[in-house]
């Protein structure tokens, strides 16, 4: 027990110093970015080591998963803990999210905005989100196709559309934006995709600027020096932090 404690306090601490690094590339304090570590497929155990080493969010991809996570953890430690939801969220199963959840980052269809306004209001409580965004237009990825979109009027004016009846329904806060991007063999291969988000964001908070659109959920553990570099203030980190997944 001792020695996996030690090496997940290790990663972590090299995670953290990482982030210090790209932080000071670009003249950040390290405080706007949090780091968020993905423990799916992981034990509520290794939550619990990986908050015993000082991590406070976390975050899942599986609704199932996460629903039987977040109180085997909240067992095993007395220190807060924030969740987030990073995973594609099946109308059918919206349930799980309405409580629970610091924020979800993967917010990606006006239908599924409704179903959650609908649920939040009945609760008289409101939910923190992301709109997902699918920037290097991947057909595998959710959220709103906007690859392109600087040189696009219809993806454009379509996203516009969505976002100003989102913007309008009760119950939902949207904090800004979130993406994947994709598998590439060397990092700075990303750098366009987070740049692309963030001037995204940057021309929705104009637009709609009564709005809060301060996050931008980007970064995994192969880009995450990259994204931070562009701007990221969520970087959603898994194998750096808990090792490979099986
Ligand atoms: C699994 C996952 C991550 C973390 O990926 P790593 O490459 O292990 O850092 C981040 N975001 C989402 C949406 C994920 O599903």
């Known amino acids: 027990m001792e020695s996996t404690s030690t090496s997940m306090y290790d990663r972590i601490a090299g995670v953290q110093a990482e982030i210090e690094r790209a932080c000071s590339r670009v003249g950040r304090s390290p405080e706007t970015v949090t780091l968020v570590a993905v423990s799916k497929t992981h034990t509520a155990q290794e939550v619990a080591d990986a908050i015993s080493a000082g991590l406070h969010h976390f975050g899942e991809n599986r609704l199932e ?29 919206a349930r799980y999210v309405t409580s629970g959840y610091a924020l979800v980052h993967s917010l990606d269809s006006p239908k599924l905005a409704e179903r959650l306004s609908r649920m939040m209001t009945e609760r008289s409580e409101s939910l923190d989100v992301l709109l997902e965004i ?77 709005a809060d659109w301060t996050e931008l959920s980007m970064g995994m553990t192969d880009d995450y020096p990259v994204a931070i570099e562009e701007g990221a203030t969520l970087v959603r980190i898994g194998r750096a932090i808990f090792g490979p997944r099986l």
């Open 65 to 93: 998963e996460a629903s039987e996570k977040i109180p085997a953890v909240a067992d095993l430690t007395e220190q807060p803990v924030h969740w987030h939801m990073v995973g594609h969220i099946q109308g059918r199963k």
């Open 134 to 210: 699918n920037v290097a237009g991947e057909m595998s990825k959710y959220g709103w196709q906007m690859a392109g979109w600087q040189n696009d009027a219809a993806l454009r004016s379509n996203l516009w559309q969505d976002v100003r009846a989102i913007l309008t329904l009760p119950g939902l806060n949207v904090r800004g934006l979130m993406t994947m991007a994709p598998i590439v063999a060397e990092a700075e291969a990303t750098r366009p995709v987070f740049a692309a988000l963030r001037d995204l964001r940057d021309a929705l908070a104009m637009d709609f600027p009564s």
